[in-house]
């Protein structure tokens, strides 16, 4: 009786255990055609806005819309990547107990998706603003995405380390620079874009755009205490990065009018 308990017993658990590693491949594979999907689609157009920039040097009107498809591609894929570090507990224990110990995931997830989406929605309002872009102005752009980028990084070392006594400074130390490395790139793109009318069209309130520039320090100074409060108090750290990003998802950039 025991011996066939035991046989019927071990197919079930092998059964179940190769179920679980074939919806873990199928979740990786779904995951990995999206990421390629849309890279390819970045690819793409990044080919096409390589044929129509010249020599270094030249001043070129390129499209701004090239630009803008390839930054959101970037974007894009930034943003989503954060979700990939939101993992399903273990099939064993209490499943709500379980999620609640998952909060470092959700909220670092909640920031950074918002942080992308800020820079998105601003850097968007901005090139509306552009009547062209020229080679300089493509660089600092580039930096700016390799910025944008590295965002999923820092977010899942937050959300494993946040609550571990020895990783939670270093995780939210780093985090912290990648976001000064963030507002540093936007603000070198939102300058060079606006100082003397150099991109800007005349369609665009130029004086208030740079008017909404004295912001920006705020940002980096919030950012600097998020870094020391990591030292001292983390989940205090991590509050201060949240509330940035709360900030600065008020409107800051004044729309142009529809061409």
Known sequence: MVSWSVMHTAPSCAFRASSAKSASRTRLSREYSV??????????????????????????AVRTSRLE??????????A???????????????????????????????????TIGIIWVNHHT???????VDRPFLYLNLFLLVAVGIVPFPTALVGEYILSERGATAALVVYGLGAVLIALAFTGVFLY??????????????????EEGRFFPIGLGA?????????????????????????????????????
């Open 35 to 60: 990421c390629m999907c849309m890279s390819r689609r970045v690819c793409s157009t990044v080919s096409d806005l390589a044929c129509a920039v010249p020599g270094l040097g030249q001043t070129v």
């Open 69 to 78: 498809a390839f930054s959101d591609g970037v974007f894009a894929i930034a």
């Open 80 to 114: 989503t990547l954060l979700v990939l570090e939101l993992r399903v507990p273990p099939g064993e224990g209490d499943l709500v107990r379980a999620l609640i110990g998952l909060w470092p995931a959700y909220a670092a997830y909640l920031i950074s998706f918002l």
């Open 126 to 132: 901005l090139l509306e603003h552009c009547r062209r």
């Open 193 to 210: 874009a606006t100082y003397d009318h150099r991109l800007v069209g005349d369609h665009a309130a130029a004086r208030r755009i740079r």
């Open 223 to 259: 950012y600097t205490l998020g870094i020391a409060l990591a030292f001292v108090a983390p989940v205090a750290s991590l509050a201060v990065y949240g509330l940035t990003a709360v900030f600065y998802a008020f409107p800051r950039l004044p729309l142009p009018p529809q061409r």
